[in-house]
């Protein structure tokens, strides 16, 4: 028995005569998932979206989408409807123990802003926006694995109906952070190295405004603390670390930054509007499998996550588009379309990824993240420069490297 026939979220239909092969199964309709799906669909292929939720469904993440993420909305035809629903962001002020770097986007690149859209709402749009463009989304549907079946891949799929199968050509796999399947079929060796961040919305009355506001402080050293604002006189409140902080646990950390001078500025006493939720963050690109045979591997599945500022929707988007262009190749016969996507995601990220972890590696301690602060403060075209590369606006240039940038801060 095998699924059929278009679906709407929530609805997975069972039919008792045998389904085609797909041309590509999607596993996981995350950002990463639903564009690759949605990209594929509208390039003609036959598609499958599977995944273990039912959408509308929340996903624990600070909702802020870069200028990056911005120009893939636009290719998705969405960024109108997330403007209407979301927050306009148009500055950018990250705090020291010693400086502070405050920007206007327009200054960093194109396209000069960003938005905050909460991911219950951003996922579910961008999954009607692949069911619209010709994809069969099938949820609640776990992938528990595959096999070989010559010319496709037999996915094993478990519903509340009872375990089934769906054929494809070509797979994608998008699952985000959670590596169980990866680490099951052997794509992954090991648990992947991840950071860890916690979440809470809480009310905001009358700030945060248009502004995304990072804290390097001594109440979230070595991680970060984030406000964004959410629109709605609220605002996502967040603290993200490399490691858990000596016997602090996360929830505890998140009420000392909930406490800290700097977020009480903003925030005053910062009435909780969900519960506090933390989940892992894959920034482990430069080490992470691409491809294996018949699967491209995108998104955080991938290790696409910015080792510094924990942003990953918009390389999300990025890279499930590049995997659907590379999955029309293999499904064309074009041979090597696997190895150029690989390649392709190389060329986009390897030299970001480099210098975002070497960047880590100041920001992590009070002294580092303080010089380059006050660095930036004096020049500000460099800062504008650096504010451009962290939130992907601009590109990182050719042998950037942090030491190299911290001197330029120093002499201009
Ligand atoms: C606390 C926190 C704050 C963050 N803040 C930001 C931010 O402000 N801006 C930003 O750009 N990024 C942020 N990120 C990172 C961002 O959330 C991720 O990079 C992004 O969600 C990756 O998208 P994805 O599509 O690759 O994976 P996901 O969004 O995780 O989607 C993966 C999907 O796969 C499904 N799935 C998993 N396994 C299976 C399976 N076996 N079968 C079927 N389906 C499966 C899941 O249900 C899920 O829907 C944050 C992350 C965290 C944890």
């Not at 992470?288 to 491809?291: A, D, E, G, H």
């Given at each position: 028995m095998e699924e059929s026939g278009a679906a709407r979220p929530g609805f997975f239909r069972r039919v008792t005569t045998p389904a085609p092969i797909h041309d590509l199964a999607v596993i996981g309709a995350g950002p990463a998932g639903a564009a690759a799906a949605y990209h594929a669909a509208r390039a003609g292929l036959r598609v499958a979206l599977l995944d273990r939720a039912e959408f509308p469904r929340d996903k624990i993440c600070g909702d802020g989408l870069t200028g990056r993420a911005v120009q893939e909305l636009r290719r998705l035809e969405l960024e109108e409807a997330v403007r209407r629903r979301g927050a306009r962001i148009d500055r950018f002020d990250l705090r020291a123990p010693l400086g502070r770097v405050a920007a206007l986007l327009q200054d960093a690149g194109s396209p000069g802003y960003a938005y905050v859209l909460p991911r219950r709402q951003l996922d579910a749009m961008l999954v009607e926006r692949a069911v619209e463009a010709g994809a069969t989304l099938l949820t609640p549907c776990e992938v528990r694995g595959w096999e070989d079946a010559g010319t496709a891949l037999r996915l094993s799929v478990e519903t509340p109906a009872g375990v089934t199968a769906v054929s494809a050509r070509q797979v994608i796999l998008a699952t985000g952070a959670h590596s169980g399947l990866a680490l099951r079929m052997r794509l992954l060796k090991r648990k992947p190295r991840s950071m860890v961040a916690i979440r809470q919305y809480v009310a905001a009355p009358g700030g945060p405004g248009d502004t995304w506001h990072l804290h390097f402080s001594p109440a979230t050293l070595p991680g970060y603390g984030w406000i964004f604002p959410t629109g709605d006189g609220g605002a996502n409140v967040g603290v993200g670390l490399e490691h858990r902080r000596g016997s602090v646990s996360l929830p505890e950390l998140l009420r000392q930054y909930l406490h800290s001078r700097e977020a009480r500025r903003l925030l005053g006493d910062a009435a909780p509007r969900s519960a506090a939720r933390s989940f892992p963050l894959r920034c482990d690109f430069l080490a992470?499998?691409?491809?294996a045979p018949r699967i491209l591997i995108a998104g955080e599945a991938a290790g696409l996550v910015n080792p510094l500022t924990g942003e990953g929707i918009d390389y999300a988007l990025e890279s499930g588009r590049l995997a659907a262009e590379h999955a029309v190749r293999i499904v064309a016969g074009e041979s090597g379309a696997a190895a150029a996507y690989a390649a392709s995601l190389h060329d986009h990220y390897a030299r970001l990824f480099a210098f975002s972890e070497r960047l880590r590696g100041w920001c992590g301690n009070p002294w580092g993240v303080s010089a380059l602060a006050l660095g930036a403060m004096a020049r500000p075209r460099l800062k504008n420069r650096l504010v451009g590369i962290l939130l992907g606006d601009a590109p990182v240039p050719e042998r950037a490297d942090v030491a190299r940038l911290a001197r330029a801060l120093w002499q201009g």
């Open positions: 992470s499998p691409l491809i």
